[in-house]
C-alpha cells in the first residue's frame, strides 16, 4: 500500500470521527461567539419591535433569576432567525440563550450547562447520603442558610467543583438550606472587582458585574456584596427579596 493511499485512509477517519464526535464536546460548540450572541441579539429586537414582547418561555416567580428568560427560539424561527446558533443547546451546542435587563434593554448572554454533569453527580449522592441518614453532610455554614459540604462523607477525596465560565479557575459547589446546589462565584466576583472599575451601593448584589464584561450569567448562584474589605461575601438575605 503505497504512501498516497495510507494518507486517504487516514483523512477519511479523521472525517469519519469528527462527524462522530458528540455535538456537545466540539470544541466549536463550546466558545460564546460574539457573532452568534449578536445574531440573536438583533432577532430579538426585531421580533420585540414587531410585537412588543419577548421570544421567551414562561416562567414562574420560583425560577431563579438568571434562568427565568430563557429565549425561545420557536418563536424566531425562520422569520428572524434560520435555526438556532450552534452553540445552542437546541442546536447541539452546551450554551442556553437567556436575557438580562428585561425592563429596560433585553440583552442576550448564555448559560454554560458544562456545570450540570458534575451538579447532579453531587446531588445524587446527597440524595443518597440523605436516604440512609435523614440529614445533609453539613462541614461548615458559611452564612444564614448556606453550607459547605463534608465531601469526604460524600466519598469524594476532594471538594466537588466546576469549572469557571469566567476565568482559568475552578469553582466550589455549596449548599443552601432549601437543598439547592449552587456554585461559588467569589474567586471570579474578587477577581471582576480587581479587573474592572465599579461603583455599587452598601448592600447591592455585584452579580451583575460577572455578565456585563462577559457573556455568561452566573447560573445556579445566591447574591453577593462589597464586604468592608472591598471584597465579595454572600448575602443570602438578598435572596429573599
Not at 56 to 85: A, C, G, H, M
Not at 115 to 141: C, D, T, V
Not at 166 to 181: A, C, F, K, V
Amino acid at each position: 500500500m503505497n504512501r498516497l493511499v495510507l494518507i486517504s485512509i487516514a483523512l477519511i477517519f479523521f472525517l469519519l470521527s469528527g462527524c462522530m464526535y458528540p455535538d456537545d464536546q466540539r470544541a466549536e460548540n463550546r466558545i460564546a461567539y460574539p457573532d452568534q450572541l449578536e445574531s440573536v441579539q438583533h432577532a430579538i429586537e426585531r421580533f420585540q419591535s414587531d410585537t412588543g414582547v419577548l421570544p421567551i418561555r414562561t416562567f414562574d416567580e420560583s425560577t431563579p433569576l438568571y434562568q427565568r428568560y430563557v429565549v425561545d427560539f420557536n418563536q424566531l424561527l425562520p422569520k428572524y432567525l434560520q435555526q438556532p446558533p450552534g452553540t445552542a443547546f437546541e442546536n447541539g451546542g452546551v450554551f442556553q440563550y437567556v436575557l438580562v435587563n428585561v425592563e429596560d434593554s433585553p440583552e442576550v448572554k448564555v448559560i454554560d450547562l458544562t456545570s450540570q454533569g458534575e451538579i447532579r453527580q453531587l446531588q445524587q449522592r446527597l440524595n443518597e447520603y440523605m436516604g440512609q441518614h435523614r440529614f445533609a453532610p453539613i462541614k461548615e455554614m458559611l452564612d444564614v442558610g448556606l453550607f459547605q459540604l463534608d465531601h469526604e462523607a460524600l466519598n469524594y477525596k476532594e471538594a466537588p467543583h466546576v469549572r469557571s465560565p469566567y476565568h482559568d479557575t475552578w469553582l466550589p459547589l455549596l449548599l443552601t438550606n432549601d437543598g439547592e446546589i449552587i456554585i461559588d462565584y467569589r474567586i471570579d466576583l474578587n477577581m471582576m472587582l480587581q479587573q474592572h472599575e465599579h461603583q455599587f451601593k452598601e448592600g447591592e448584589d455585584i452579580r451583575p458585574l460577572l455578565f456585563e464584561h462577559a457573556p455568561f450569567v452566573p447560573v445556579r448562584s445566591v447574591p453577593y456584596v462589597v464586604d468592608e474589605n472591598g471584597e465579595p461575601t454572600y448575602s443570602m438575605d438578598l435572596r429573599k427579596k
